[in-house]
């Protein structure tokens, strides 16, 4: 079956704008995750959603950053105010809410100029 | 608070060589472990992963961890690398419920011919 998707694969925008950057998951999965991935550096985590509720927002950095999940489904990172250091990969990951295992999608490359 | 230490943030060896991958962790909760692989611009993909039961942990492409719990470590190994397992690695933890990552540095496994 398809896996978890991102789009845009890679994003330019300069500094100030306002971004937003999809994650598609897995189709069933009910959790879903958002990581942030710096050059030379592991996955931060950001953001988790139960369903359509955010369970764990402790990760997000400062209140630029946000994110939804309306239907429980796809869900939408926003960054206002963009600024160069948050130029990261931005990591999407779904499982099945059960189990551990979390599946990942390919990521968001982000670069704001 | 759970962290994660990837010991070498490079690792060179020779192909057909063993090689094992250090991670330590510390936690004050029961975990979950896991090795996830980034191939050069690629998503993270899971290698293998401890969620109970036998502490040697069998994953894909030949690889294996232990867990450690007196030494809360889970060292990854294969007996024999191949120049396709050039790569990073990164060890994550995480704790029962389904919830966040925590992610170590990772290495940068590079293979000589």
């Known amino acids: 079956g398809a896996g978890v998707s991102q789009t845009p694969s890679n994003k330019v925008t300069e500094k100030g704008k306002y971004v937003e950057l999809r994650c598609d998951p897995i189709?069933?999965?009910?959790?879903l995750y958002w990581y942030r991935q710096s050059l030379g550096q592991g996955p931060e985590f950001l953001i988790y959603?139960?369903?359509?509720?955010?369970?764990?927002d402790s990760g997000l950095p400062n209140d630029r950053f946000f994110a939804v999940r309306p239907e429980g489904s796809v869900s939408t990172l926003k960054i206002q105010r963009t600024e160069r250091g948050d130029s990261a990969v931005y990591l999407c990951?779904?499982?099945?809410?059960?189990?551990?295992?979390?599946?990942f999608g390919p990521g968001t490359r982000l670069t704001v100029t | 608070a759970q962290s994660v230490t990837q010991l070498d943030s490079q690792v060179p060896v020779f192909e057909e060589a063993p090689v094992e991958l250090r991670c330590n962790y510390s936690s004050s909760v029961s975990v979950y472990l896991f090795w996830y692989v980034q191939y050069p611009n690629q998503g993270l993909q899971l290698l293998l992963k401890y969620l109970s039961g036998s502490t040697l942990v069998k994953g894909i492409n030949g690889f294996e961890a232990e867990f450690n719990k007196s030494q809360t470590s889970f060292h990854l190994r294969k007996p024999s690398v191949h120049i396709s397992d050039t790569a990073e690695y990164f060890c994550a933890v995480g704790n029962q419920g389904a919830q966040k990552l925590v992610f170590g540095q990772g290495t940068r496994l590079t293979i000589n011919p």
């Open positions: 189709s069933g999965h009910t959790a």
């Open positions: 990951a779904s499982s099945t809410g059960t189990s551990a295992e979390q599946y």
């Open positions: 959603f139960q369903g359509t509720g955010a369970a764990d």
